[in-house]
Every structure is written in C-alpha cells, then in structure tokens.
C-alpha cells in the first residue's frame, strides 16, 4: 500500500478517537466581546486547546479537535460563552483559546 493511503487510513481511525464529543455538543456558546461586557457577564479567564493534527490533510480536524479541548476546558470552569481568539495555525501544533465567560 503506497505511503499516503496507510497515512490516510490511520489519521482517519485517530481522528475518530481524540475526542468523544463535538463542537456542538458541548453547552458553550461563541460570541463576542461586547455582547459580553453588555450583558454583565463573568471573565472565568482563558481557556485552550491543542492538536497534533496539521498539514494539509488533517488541518480540519486539528482544529476541531483543538477547539473542542478548549470548549470542554470552558465548560469545566462553568462558562456558558466562549470569546474566540485567532487559531494558531504552527507548523507542528494548532492552538485553539478563548475567554470564558459566566452568564447566569
């Protein structure tokens, strides 16, 4: 089997077990920071995720995966809202982070 194929097929079946939930599963919601300071919420701090996965083939998942760390960090702290930074898109790693917020 050539190279790339068997690359392929192993970061498909890694993918699949980073992270056991999705983006959209986890209760933190995006949004932006004057809708923050508006509503008189809480900064819980910053939170981040990581992701190993780079490169042209894996890029989508890496960022997924790095945001979803980051999003279960949020959700950890008690955040109901997560302000995004820009995604570091490094040579080896992708990192995703963002200030949590509590509004109850």
């Known amino acids: 089997m050539p190279f790339l194929a ?44 990581s992701s190993s996965f780079t490169g042209p083939l894996l890029a989508s998942a890496g960022k997924d995966n790095a945001k979803t760390e980051a999003l279960q960090r949020a959700e950890l702290k008690g955040a ?6 820009e995604l570091d898109l490094g040579i080896f790693m992708i990192h995703a982070s963002g200030k949590a917020y509590s509004c109850r």
């Open 6 to 49: 068997v690359l392929i097929l192993l970061s498909s079946i890694t993918v699949g077990c980073v992270s056991s939930r999705k983006l959209s599963e986890i209760p933190v919601s995006p949004t932006d920071e004057t809708q923050m300071h508006s509503r008189g919420c809480v900064s819980l701090g910053i939170v981040e995720g």
């Open 80 to 85: 109901t809202h997560i302000v995004w930074n």
